[in-house]
C-alpha cells in the first residue's frame, strides 16, 4: 500500500522558517514527479512547488518563488519543502503528491497540474503567527 506521510508542520513566526518532509513507502518514487500544494480554509487546493523525475525541472507558486525550495532525496524516497520567510498567508495545510507514471512529461503544464498526482499525503498543517 502506498503512503505518503508529511511532517515537520507547525506554528512559527512571520519571518521563520520551517522544513517540511514527504517520506512515501509502498512504492519507490524516485523516477517520478513530486509536488507540494497547500489549502488555506475555505479556499481551493493551490499549486506550490514541484520537481520532475529528473529532478532538471523545478517549478514554483509566484507567491513562494525566492523563498520555498523543493528538494528530493531518492535513496530516502523522500521529497521536502524548505520554507523561508514565511507570511501570514502561507498558513494553510500542506500536502505532499506523486505522479504514479515514471519518467512522464517535464513541461511545466503537467506538473503543477494537480490532476497529475496520483498519490496524496493526509497532509500538515503550517500556521504563520505571531
Known amino acids: 500500500q502506498v503512503q505518503l506521510l508529511e511532517s515537520g508542520g507547525g506554528l512559527v513566526q512571520p519571518g521563520g522558517s520551517l522544513r517540511l518532509s514527504c517520506a512515501a513507502s509502498?512504492?519507490?518514487?524516485?523516477?517520478?514527479?513530486m509536488a507540494w500544494f497547500r489549502q488555506a480554509p475555505g479556499k481551493q487546493r493551490d499549486f506550490v512547488a514541484t520537481i520532475s523525475w529528473s529532478g532538471e525541472n523545478i517549478y514554483y507558486a509566484d507567491s513562494v518563488k525566492g523563498r520555498f525550495t523543493i528538494s528530493r532525496d531518492r535513496g530516502q524516497n523522500t521529497v521536502y519543502l524548505q520554507m523561508d520567510s514565511v507570511r501570514s498567508e502561507d498558513t494553510a495545510a500542506y500536502y505532499c503528491?506523486?505522479?504514479?507514471?515514471?519518467?512522464?512529461?517535464?513541461?511545466?503544464?503537467?506538473?503543477?497540474?494537480?490532476?497529475?498526482?496520483?498519490?496524496w499525503g493526509q497532509g500538515t498543517q503550517v500556521t504563520v503567527s505571531s
Open positions: 509502498g512504492r519507490n518514487f524516485g523516477s517520478s514527479a
Open positions: 503528491a506523486a505522479d504514479e507514471i515514471e519518467y512522464a512529461s517535464e513541461t511545466y503544464a503537467y506538473l503543477i497540474d494537480p490532476f497529475t498526482y496520483d498519490f
